[in-house]
């Protein structure tokens, strides 16, 4: 079973909606990411936190915004989102440390945009 | 450019029937690959880490190498539970908190 949770597990949200993803870790990892997945596509990193700071955005647009309070939360808040969005986002922690630094997958949430 | 490429796309193969997944890779100083199984509609499992070529790692069924560019996932006598689509990823030596993934194989074993 992972250790890294996330909720919830289905969104469905209208293109003028707010809504926000969330991710907890009880690992003591100290740095969490956020990945998005088409189907049959790899997932493709979007944001890293390492430390609790933002240290990887992969330009992704600003509609989607990461949050990260302490060192076991992570959140990802949406925001006039494009049915293109739709995807399973993954979230994923890491020791963060140089090695030895392999990340570990929550189930993922399943975004539906209409 | 940093690059990972993983064959074949899909394979299908009988219970019991022996073969090898390939992951071969391109970046400019590898920390480490990883393999995950990711199962329809879940996040990917971790089962292996290599850092060095010659490293190999065995789990149950699987077993995995690495050489200087590419690695390889063995599995052996398979079952129908192996079925799932397997993804290698690579870390580079400039960013620890980056990796690249690749397209995955998705492995289908009839029983």
């Known amino acids: 079973d992972t250790e890294v949770t996330q909720t919830p597990k289905h969104l469905v949200m209208g293109m003028t909606n707010k809504k926000s993803l969330k991710c907890e870790q009880h690992?003591?990892?100290?740095?969490m990411y956020w990945y998005k997945q088409k189907a049959k596509k790899p997932p493709e990193l979007m944001f890293v936190?390492?430390?609790?700071?933002?240290?990887i955005n992969e330009s992704v647009p600003s509609r989607f915004s990461p949050e990260c309070p302490n060192s076991s939360l992570l959140n990802l808040h949406l925001h006039a989102l494009q049915p293109e969005d739709s995807a399973l986002y993954l979230c994923?922690?890491?020791?963060?440390?140089?090695?030895?630094?392999?990340?570990?997958f929550g189930e993922g949430s399943w975004l539906t945009v209409v | 450019e940093d690059q990972v490429t993983q064959s074949p796309e899909a394979l299908r193969l009988q219970e019991g029937e022996s073969s090898s997944l390939n992951c071969s890779y391109t970046?400019?100083?590898?920390?480490?690959l990883f393999w995950y199984r990711q199962d329809p509609g879940k996040g990917p499992e971790f089962l292996f880490t290599?850092?060095?070529a010659g490293e190999e790692k065995e789990k149950e069924r699987l077993k995995a190498t690495l050489t200087k560019k590419e690695s390889f996932l063995h599995i052996t006598a398979p079952k129908p539970e192996d079925s799932a689509t397997y993804l290698c990823?690579?870390?580079?030596?400039?960013?620890?908190?980056?990796?690249?993934f690749g397209s995955g194989t998705k492995l289908n074993v009839k029983p």
């Open positions: 994923a922690s890491s020791q963060g440390r140089i090695s030895g630094n392999t990340i570990y």
């Open positions: 690992m003591g990892h100290r740095a």
């Open positions: 936190y390492s430390y609790e700071k933002l240290s």
């Open positions: 970046v400019s100083g590898l920390r480490g």
């Open positions: 290599l850092y060095s």
């Open positions: 990823a690579v870390q580079a030596m400039e960013n620890f908190n980056k990796f690249y």
